[in-house]
């Protein structure tokens, strides 16, 4: 596709329960951010991808959350356990260069 | 101290007034700064790059003060649309090329 595609749009889940929301970046960007957004807050960086370095993980809330990026291309962003804390919505962003690109984000609901 | 700083606001202004916003940076070595908007319940989107010797574009005017590590935009003669959150994000720069993304100003204009 032409931009940076999250799924699910929307996700509602119960306390306890392990979700996954993927990324699909745009076609050859190198790098790939998450961050969450929180209702009225600002960006909170998570994790960072960059080719085939290690990943920047410095920004991961707790052992709850963990992410993957396969082949250099799909992420998928999973935290298990949730718990309502978690409720926010998730934006994955991905660049070639310096210049990012966001999806349109997860609103993840944990009831 | 964060990487990015950004004073959160919210900034309201009148209609056809003029605002600014400051944005400072820690590390020294950044070597590519921008602002985003966010509107409400929407992903950022690239508003503008921020040159050295500063740029305009239209009603906005990006700056850069490298020795005091800061940056800024003006807004002339707001408009009701400009309402958003604008997020400075810089570039540190070497092999990682990371965007570090500041929590964002809210600027409400009003009638």
């Known amino acids: 596709g032409a931009g940076v595609s999250q799924s699910p749009s929307n996700k509602v889940t119960e306390k306890g329960k392990d979700v996954e929301l993927r990324c699909d970046p745009i076609s050859g960007h190198t790098a790939l951010y998450w961050y969450r957004q929180s209702l009225g807050q600002g960006l909170e960086f998570l994790i960072y991808?960059?080719?085939?370095?290690?990943?920047?993980k410095s920004g991961l809330p707790s052992d709850r959350f963990s992410a993957e990026r396969t082949g250099g291309s799909v992420s998928t962003l999973t935290i298990q356990r949730t718990q309502q804390e978690d409720s926010a919505v998730y934006l994955c962003?991905?660049?070639?260069?310096?210049?990012?690109?966001f999806g349109q984000g997860t609103r993840l609901t944990v009831v | 101290r964060k990487e990015v700083e950004q004073d959160p606001g919210p900034f309201n202004v009148p209609e056809g007034a003029t605002v600014a916003f400051n944005c400072t940076y820690s590390n020294s070595a950044s070597q590519s700064f921008f602002w985003y908007r966010q509107d409400c319940r929407k992903e950022p989107k690239l508003l503008m790059s921020?040159?050295?010797s500063g740029n305009e574009d239209g009603r906005f005017t990006a700056q850069l003060n490298r020795a005091s590590q800061y940056i800024s935009l003006l807004i002339r003669d707001s408009k009701l649309s400009d309402s958003a959150t604008y997020l400075c994000v810089v570039n540190r720069g070497g092999g990682g090329n990371k965007l570090t993304f500041g929590t964002g100003t809210q600027l409400k204009v009003e009638l």
């Open positions: 962003a991905s660049s070639i260069g310096r210049v990012a690109f």
């Open positions: 921020v040159y050295s």
């Open positions: 991808f960059q080719g085939n370095s290690a990943p920047d």
